[in-house]
């Protein structure tokens, strides 16, 4: 699998800054908005499980435990953007890097079912506790965006926040993949034997991977927090872990910008089949059978390879992308 120049993943996210140019519905801004939320998440666990290879299933844990952390901070206890959002990725960074000691002793099937099991009892645990995490019925009133005496006002602004916070994302993770961090993912993935007689430390390794994804996912569950203005367990559960699991096999496993196209595309589909009311099952399912079966690498490998073989150039010719 290989991961792109940020230039492919910006040239997607420029198209989508003009989404409020065809419509500035209240309804469309959110759901571009939750579009784009998705995307980080999906590319903070194709992180996980693509590039590092990692049969992780806790990114729903990451995402709801970004959220909480923020909703918690900013909506019980008032503070400001400026302490909730590096409090939600140390949270998320520490919990990661304690999440990769089991993935040092199971690995495959059964470090899906572990960590699935995580996903499972986030949501269960924050379901039964009232108070401070509202149990079942979720955090309301989390504030929207501020700082200093600025606030993110309207669904236009918010969603202008939730972009520049892909942005930011999506190129940084471009960049580590690029860097000595995605090479040692890699490694892991290709073979974990041969990492480590190359002087791959495992434990290091791993921990920095799930360490580093956790940031990203729980990066997202805070732009979600201010975006939504509240949460509550139901976000959080297996749907949402099938779904994003879905975004990256859709897009491309082990691709950023298949995860970001995944993401874009799945979090659109329920809306272009509104006019087919209990059919969106067939057709989600369909279409991810379709993919599984005639389209396994997922659409952006295939699309890139396309047009590399339409416009003439060779897999090494210059200009190629960086190989995760």
Request: one cysteine or more; charged letters at 10%; a positive charge.
């Amino acid at each position: 699998m290989t991961g792109r120049r940020p230039s492919e993943g910006l040239a997607i996210l420029l198209l989508v800054a003009a989404v409020p140019l065809a419509t500035q519905s209240p309804y469309h801004l959110t759901v571009a908005g939750l579009a784009l939320i998705f995307a980080i998440v999906a590319q903070g666990a194709n992180l996980v499980m693509g590039v590092a290879g990692q049969a992780s299933f806790a990114h729903s844990a990451f995402f709801g435990l970004g959220a909480y952390t923020t909703a918690v901070l900013s909506g019980r206890y008032g503070l400001s953007l400026v302490a909730t959002l590096p409090v939600s990725l140390v949270v998320c960074f520490v919990v990661g890097f304690l999440l990769a000691y089991p993935a040092l002793r199971v690995r495959g099937f059964y470090l899906a079912l572990v960590t699935l099991a995580v996903s499972e009892i986030f949501t269960s645990v924050i379901s039964q506790l009232p108070g401070v995490l509202g149990g079942a019925e979720g955090i309301v009133d989390v504030p929207s965006f501020g700082l200093g005496g600025w606030v993110a006002e309207g669904r236009l602004t918010k969603y202008y926040v939730i972009w520049i916070g892909a942005v930011v994302a999506s190129v940084s993770l471009e960049r580590l993949l690029a860097s000595q961090f995605g090479r040692v993912a890699r490694g892991i993935r290709d073979s974990e034997v041969g990492a480590t007689s190359v002087g791959i430390n495992l434990t290091r390794a791993k921990t920095q991977v799930f360490a580093v994804a956790g940031v990203y996912m729980g990066f997202a569950g805070f732009l979600y927090a201010h975006f939504m203005q509240y949460v509550s367990p139901g976000a959080f559960g297996l749907n949402t872990t099938i779904l994003v699991v879905s975004m990256i096999v859709v897009g491309g496993m082990g691709d950023m910008t298949g995860a970001l196209v995944g993401a874009l595309v799945l979090s659109l589909l329920p809306q272009w089949l509104r006019d087919y009311v209990g059919l969106e099952p067939v057709f989600f399912g369909g279409l991810l059978v379709l993919i599984l079966l005639v389209l396994p690498e997922g659409l952006v490998p295939v699309v890139r390879r396309t047009l590399r073989s339409s416009l003439g150039r060779a897999p090494g010719a210059p200009g190629g992308c960086v190989a995760v």
